[in-house]
């Protein structure tokens, strides 16, 4: 009997996150209530507890601590961080049960869609984020360890950058983000963590038809959430009666929080030190416990890449290690969030391997794409995503054919001329999370497909249409 822990380490990458203090003081009033001058001497007063704050002076000294309000407000100061974090030397720091040394999972964010302030100045357009960490894992050689995944904050009513919504209906910006990743930069998620870790149906649903692996269960039997005044009663992240097994479990219908019939899997992923709660001893013990009964474990965990990661990480393999020690029959593993996922639940599947075909009718100037799918797919429906010839994206249903794994779509002068188009590119995944992308070029007459795990291209195969 296999004993084994998988270890996830998931980074919401959103780039670079400026604060002023005046900002630092603006979060104080607005989360507890506390309106003083934004001065250090009052922020050194705040954390050394000596200002009386009728009972909150504990609270409020962790949630402003420096290692909470301290940020990277630039790409010089994130990529100095990134630079050391990627190298060997540190992921070597612990390694696991193979001697493999420290794995990230970059979980990619898309600052767009929002219309109002951006106090934090966060690097906003399509792909920025995507584009430099890519870039990054390349120049450090770290591409075949790191895996780049979607990470995503639904737009709140008052537009501005440093606030998160929570409704997946009401942002109008999640499908063309998606689109442009696809068509771009030829990438499509197979894992997901959600921004503020807030799901709610729509979000459920959505995911249910592209994303077989969730990481955003930051459930907790030891967190402060109900002493913190703006995300009492599940506000953003409600996961609390969600399972808190460090195991996967397939979500209901009706409630992303309970064990059902749905086809994602949703697994736990906690905070490495937040004003929430924190990755403690007792949640790797609980890990490893699970696993030396027999039952594999996913241990993970996330934090932000606009802090200096590295006594989080340092403290996370602290932890571990010395947890490790304890049970030598158990195997740790440090891996991406796909194959954690895959190895866990022991699944596998065959690639869809999609045959294209595009039927033009010369009597109404309409094309119709038909697209079969040999081996099922994840969800319903491949993601479609349309680039026309003045660069606008657009996303689109399908047609369902008569016959399983048949889909069609029909372009003519109620849905975008075929003339108009420039790209065409449609993705799905498999239960195990490997990721086929078809590109056609419409004007060329090619298409691209291409066989992925996370970033990395496992095959490349060239078409004629």
């Known amino acids: 009997m296999s004993k084994d822990v998988y270890i996830v380490h998931c980074v919401d990458t959103e780039?670079?996150?400026?604060?002023?203090?005046?900002?630092?003081?603006?979060?104080?009033?607005?989360i507890f209530g506390v309106d003083l001058e934004p001065t250090r001497k009052n922020l050194n007063k705040i954390q050394n507890r000596e200002i009386d704050l009728n009972g909150k002076e504990d609270l409020v000294a962790d949630a402003f601590a420096d290692n909470r309000i301290s940020t990277l407000g630039s790409w010089t100061e994130v990529d100095k961080v990134l630079d050391d974090l990627m190298s060997e030397s540190f992921r070597n720091k612990v390694v696991d049960s193979e001697n493999n040394g420290w794995v990230f999972n970059w979980f990619c964010l898309d600052h767009v869609g929002f219309t109002g302030n951006n106090p934090r100045r966060r690097d906003a357009g399509f792909g920025n984020i995507y584009e430099h960490y890519l870039t990054k894992i390349k120049e450090n050689h770290c591409e075949k360890k790191?895996?780049?995944?979607?990470?995503?904050?639904?737009?709140?009513?008052n537009g501005h950058y440093n606030y998160c919504g929570t409704s997946y209906i009401n942002s109008n910006n999640l499908f063309e983000i998606m689109?442009?990743?696809?068509?771009?930069?030829?990438?499509f998620p197979a894992s997901y963590r959600a921004g503020m870790e807030a799901e709610r149906p729509d979000a459920h649903w959505f995911l249910e038809q592209w994303i077989p692996f969730d990481y955003s269960n930051d459930?907790?039997?030891r967190e402060n959430s109900s002493r913190q005044p703006d995300l009492r009663d599940g506000r953003y992240g409600d996961w609390r009666h969600a399972s808190m097994k460090w195991r996967p479990y397939h979500p209901s219908h009706d409630d992303y929080q309970e064990e059902g019939y749905c086809h994602r899997w949703i697994t736990r992923c906690i905070s490495l030190d937040s004003r929430v709660a924190k990755l403690e001893t007792q949640d790797v013990k609980e890990a490893f416990e699970q696993a030396d009964r027999g039952e594999t474990a996913i241990l993970s965990f996330a934090n932000h890449d606009f802090r200096d990661m590295h006594k989080e990480v340092e403290n996370a393999m602290y932890m571990i290690?010395?947890?490790?020690?304890k049970y030598p029959d158990v195997k740790y593993h440090?891996?991406?969030?796909?194959?954690?996922?895959?190895?866990t639940e022991g699944l596998e599947a065959a690639a869809p391997e999609f045959n294209v075909k595009l039927a033009k009718d010369q009597d109404n100037d309409a094309c119709e794409l038909v697209v079969m799918a040999r081996n099922s797919i994840f969800g319903t429906q491949p993601f479609l995503a349309i680039k026309t010839i003045t660069g606008q994206y657009f996303w689109d249903n399908w047609d369902y054919g008569l016959q399983k794994g048949k889909w069609t779509y029909v372009f003519d002068d109620k849905t975008l001329h075929f003339n108009t188009i420039d790209t065409i590119a449609f993705a799905s995944n498999n239960d195990e999370g490997k990721t086929e992308i078809i590109i056609v070029k419409v004007r060329e007459g090619k298409g691209l497909r291409l066989y992925k795990h996370g970033q990395r291209i496992l095959q490349k195969q060239e078409f004629n249409l």
Request: proline letters at 5%.
């Open 146 to 157: 790191d895996l780049l995944q979607f990470h995503y904050h639904p737009l709140p009513f």
């Open 334 to 343: 440090f891996v991406d969030a796909i194959e954690a996922m895959k190895k």
């Open 179 to 187: 689109c442009r990743r696809l068509i771009d930069k030829q990438a």
């Open 219 to 221: 459930s907790y039997e």
């Open 15 to 30: 780039g670079p996150l400026y604060e002023s203090l005046e900002a630092t003081f603006s979060r104080l009033k607005e």
């Open 321 to 325: 290690k010395s947890t490790a020690d």
